[in-house]
């Protein structure tokens, strides 16, 4: 018989993945939305651009997190073939896809002339991935067969989480990259 301990320590994989990848990828976002700007300097598009690794790490941790839970690594293959009908396996796609954008934009970004005029179609892009893995990862959690899970409250509840812990890895990636508005008004407004 499982102790509670032990059954929550045995979730904790779905718990690292629920919580970080959403606000990886929500600070993603945040800190994509200077690097929009056309007035941007080359400088400090250049920062916040390496500083990007840090939402990124976030929700690669949480999708290798998510990963264990699968019992055998082997299984995530077979995670691709339900994508459309299965709400897990296009939460799973969705991630992949967001991360692949992301990831191919960031090591882009390192390049010795990178193209803005090529970067914000694809940061927007990203964005929008991220936009929909998020709305996947909250509806995928969404299950009719638990009946604890099966409420309005766990989509919307994913959501917060990941408004409230994406601002504030944003903030840390945004000071590390010392732009500068990040401790004025988009900084405040964040944390609101």
């Not at 990828?25 to 598009?45: C, E, H, Q, S």
């Not at 638990?146 to 408004?163: D, E, G, K, Q």
Request: aromatic fraction near 10%.
């Amino acid at each position: 018989m499982l102790s509670g301990m032990g059954t929550a320590l045995g979730e904790i994989t779905l718990v690292l993945f629920t919580t970080l990848a959403p606000s990886g990828v929500v600070a993603f976002i945040l800190m994509g939305l200077p690097l929009l700007r056309a007035d941007l300097a080359a400088d400090a598009r250049r920062r916040i651009n390496q500083f990007l690794s840090i939402p990124l790490v976030t929700a690669m941790v949480g999708l290798v997190a998510s990963a264990t839970h699968l019992g055998n690594p082997a299984n995530a293959l077979y995670v691709f073939l339900g994508v459309g009908r299965s709400p897990l396996s296009t939460e799973v796609f969705c991630a992949v896809v967001f991360l692949a954008l992301a990831g191919v934009y960031w090591l882009y970004s390192f390049a010795e002339r990178p193209r803005v005029g090529l970067q914000r179609p694809w940061m927007v892009l990203a964005m929008a991935a991220g936009i929909v893995f998020v709305t996947s990862v909250a509806f995928a959690y969404n299950a009719e067969t638990i009946v604890s899970w099966y409420t309005v409250y766990v989509p919307l509840n994913l959501w917060l989480n990941a408004l409230v812990g994406g601002p504030v890895l944003a903030l840390v990636g945004l000071r590390a990259a010392r732009w500068e508005p990040a401790c004025g008004r988009f900084g405040r407004a964040a944390l609101a």
